[in-house]
């Protein structure tokens, strides 16, 4: 574990350092609001938000993506992204959620190659939260406003500056790296860092959520999926803004005389997501479609990878059309 | 405002327990500052929950469509529900324009139709800062640009009228929409594109709207498939036309498009557009009657050309 310092009028720097090796990702105004996004020169990072509407996984399992072409020279698959990449400000729950990722991507039976080499060749560093939103209940589901779960660093505010600390190897070697830029914290620097974090972690409400595996599982059957379900407009809100959700599909399509071969994020909202080729659907109700999804954040990865998929980022709470709130629905639905 | 409110879960009561209706669609609190919820109450416990105030912003014609639709599971014959919908003036309007693609029987329907100041934008909330979240739930500070511009806040159709305060209709609501037909063509189009490329296809813009009840939407259609997966600029621009343009005469302006939108695209401006060209060139505003055609099932030989020979 090693610590850093840096003022944060000094960030810029340390963007156009770290720039010149590769690509700075971080938070930027883009339209008013706060994206993640590659630092160009004009921009200033932004470091009061609550967290990003689109989360982390775009960057490395992109909403679409082209993976191969395919025409008179046969296919050619998509060459794998080089160079290195910094990942600064993800919240700790993004943070996280990356780590659930590569359990799916990069450590199941089969490994993504594009998934892999993005976040082999990106360092992330984390940025805890000072004020987590009302949504937030990440303590819930084994995370904390200051975890370091996913990040190679975790960094810090504390007023006018940034305290780091590494969480990896490949964290210590970037602290290392810049130095010059990244100074070691003062006692008093230290001092204030540990009191934001105790703060902040108080700032967290609990939803009761445990034991939440084994509750749901009992209520497979229940009518209340239903009740539910009969507010629910079926979009793609809930997992496309979900940081953990995963699941894709791959289509062949035509571009003139060439083909291409794309792999595009899929919701299990959607009624085509189990649409069979015969016409069947086994999932006829918009019921079991929130079910499958519930079932498979909190019961089948926990049963699969040991993990619940969910870190509490409060996304699909916040943009819900139709304010569905999964912190009630963990602790409501009956058995 | 809490009178209104109080007569209507008066009303929906009664509706429940004289079994005139088999359901009220209305609102009732939701989970987060600012936000309601809809609620589908089936009986007298349930419409005590009922609440009508500023925030109750989704049109909830949504869910009419698949309440008349025969449930997959039920074999044999089946009943429509009779439903009783706590309605704004654009929420009727919706329900007007199903009625005439007979989506909705009007017989099944109660309209209950609520006194309607203007809802409050989230966004203009959210932005304006917490404090202001509070001062200003009364003005029209913080009340939603769809109200702002609202033709008709009275309730089409209204079968049972809860009275209130409510505010008056806007004469102009296009100021946007002729700023924006003022750009050249190729503004016009960059405008389109820079908003449009920032959609990420969740389609809540289509499940939100009360209009978007097709079984498979095109975009969803595989055989052919009319467009790609992707975020290939062409696909999503195809999506976008094609759900705007499918608009065209329908649109009754709820916002409910918008305010789904979990990224901030402005779709008001390009499905306004299109209401300002059906209301100049056929003189059709969707879902003030149920009696007048719609315009693009009617024909009429002196109907307008222009918009193809002169876009
Ligand atoms: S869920 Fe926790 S880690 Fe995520 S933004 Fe909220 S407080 Fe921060
Ligand atoms: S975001 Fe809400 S309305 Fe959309 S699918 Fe998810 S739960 Fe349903
Ligand atoms: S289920 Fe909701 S709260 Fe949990 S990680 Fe996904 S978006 Fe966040
Ligand atoms: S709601 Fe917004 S992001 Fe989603 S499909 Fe519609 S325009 Fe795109």
Not at chain 1, 52 to 78: C, N, Q, W, Y
Not at chain 1, 109 to 128: G, K, S
Not at chain 1, 211 to 219: F, I, P, Y
Not at chain 2, 282 to 311: K, M, N
Request: glycine residues 8%; proline residues 6%.
């Amino acid at each position: 574990m090693t610590l850093g310092a840096i003022k944060k009028e000094h960030l810029g720097q340390l963007v156009a350092a770290v720039g010149a090796h590769g690509g700075f990702y971080g938070p930027v105004l883009r339209d008013n609001d706060v994206c993640l996004d590659q630092v160009q020169p004009s921009d200033t990072l932004v470091l009061d938000y609550a967290n990003f509407t689109l989360p982390p996984k775009g960057l490395f399992f992109p909403r679409s993506e082209v993976i191969a072409t395919h025409g008179a020279d046969g296919m050619v698959e998509t060459p794998l992204p080089t160079g290195k990449a910094v990942l600064f400000g993800v919240r700790p729950c993004d943070a996280m959620s990356l780590t659930y990722l590569d359990k799916v991507f990069m450590e199941a039976q089969f490994a993504d190659p594009y998934y892999r080499a993005r976040r082999e060749r990106t360092l992330t560093i984390a940025l805890a939260c000072r004020d987590p939103a009302a949504t937030c209940f990440c303590t819930s589901v084994a995370g904390s406003p200051s975890g370091q779960g996913g990040a190679d660093i975790l960094a810090v505010d504390i007023g006018d500056a940034l305290v780091l600390e590494s969480a990896t190897p490949a964290g210590e070697a970037f602290l290392a790296e810049y130095r010059k830029l990244l100074g070691r914290p003062s006692d008093n620097q230290v001092k204030a860092r540990d009191a934001q974090v105790a703060q902040a972690v108080r700032k967290v409400s609990s939803i009761g959520s445990d034991g939440v595996t084994a509750r749901l599982q009992a209520s497979s059957e229940s009518a209340a999926w239903e009740e539910l379900a009969e507010r629910c407009l079926g979009c793609g809100v809930c997992t496309f803004l979900c940081p953990t959700c995963h699941c894709f599909g791959l289509y062949d399509e035509e571009v003139g005389p060439q083909g291409r071969r794309v792999r595009a994020q899929d919701a299990c909202v959607f009624p085509a997501f189990t649409l069979e080729a015969s016409g069947h659907n086994p999932r006829t109700r918009q019921g079991l479609r929130m079910r499958h999804r519930v079932m498979h954040k909190f019961c089948y990865t926990a049963q699969s990878f040991g993990d619940i998929f969910c870190v509490g980022c409060g996304r699909c709470i916040v943009n819900c059309p139709a304010n569905m709130d999964i912190r009630e629905t963990l602790t409501e639905v009956p058995p | 405002m809490h009178d209104a409110q109080t007569k209507l879960r008066e009303t929906a009561k009664d509706l429940l327990v004289s079994a005139k209706v088999d359901l009220v669609l209305g609102f009732q609190n939701g989970s987060l500052p600012l936000r309601t919820r809809p609620c589908f109450a089936r009986n007298a416990a349930d419409a005590g929950r009922l609440v009508w105030n500023r925030l109750c912003t989704n049109n909830l014609a949504v869910y009419l469509p698949r309440l008349f639709e025969k449930p997959a599971n039920v074999r044999g014959p089946w009943t429509p529900p009779k439903v009783a919908v706590v309605a704004k003036g654009c929420d009727a309007r919706s329900i007007m324009g199903l009625v005439k693609e007979h989506q909705v029987i009007r017989e099944n329907v109660v309209i209950i139709a609520m006194p309607c100041q203007g809802m409050i934008s989230l966004r203009k909330a959210e932005a304006a800062g917490a404090s202001a979240r509070t001062s200003k739930l009364d003005g029209d500070d913080l009340v939603a640009q769809a109200c702002l511009e609202c033709i008709q806040p009275s309730v089409p159709g209204a079968n049972i009228i809860i009275d209130g305060p409510s505010r008056s209709a806007a004469s102009d609501r296009f100021q946007r929409v002729k700023d924006f037909e003022a750009l050249t063509a190729a503004e016009r189009w960059q405008q389109f594109v820079a908003q449009v490329s920032k959609c990420i296809r969740c389609y809540a813009c289509r499940q939100a709207c009360p209009n978007c009840y097709c079984k498979t939407c095109f975009i969803d259609q595989t055989k052919p498939s009319w467009a790609g997966v992707g975020d290939d600029p062409t696909d999503l621009l195809l999506f976008h036309i094609g759900r705007v343009f499918h608009q065209a005469g329908r649109c009754v302006e709820c916002d409910a498009c918008v305010r789904a939108c979990p990224v901030g695209i402005d779709l008001r401006l390009f499905t306004q557009k299109l209401v300002k060209d059906v209301e100049e060139l056929f003189g059709y505003v969707p879902g003030t009657s149920l009696e007048e055609a719609p315009p693009l099932s009617t024909y009429r030989p002196d109907d307008s050309e222009c918009f193809i020979t002169d876009p």
